[in-house]
């Protein structure tokens, strides 16, 4: 799980990060919330799996994290 978990990270976390800063034009919000929704992933994803689309999920997930702030 932690192996797959690193490779969505360093496939990922670029992406969800420049979507986020485009959406809440805020980089240090940006970034707080994507690193929030990888702690997030780390508890869920060990539950459930990884999902069909991961980052998606973090998205979503980072997008609510930020609205939250």
């Keep these: 799980m932690e192996d797959a978990l690193d ?3 360093r496939t990922e976390r670029g992406r969800v990060l420049a979507r986020m800063i485009a959406v809440v034009k805020d980089f240090d919000l940006a970034e707080d ?11 869920a994803w060990a539950a459930t799996g990884i999902p069909t689309n991961p980052a998606g999920w973090l998205v979503l ?7 939250e702030e």
């Design 7 to 9: 490779v969505v990270y």
């Design 61 to 67: 997930v980072t997008f609510r994290r930020a609205i």
């Design 33 to 43: 919330a994507v690193q929030d929704a990888f702690v997030a992933a780390t508890t």
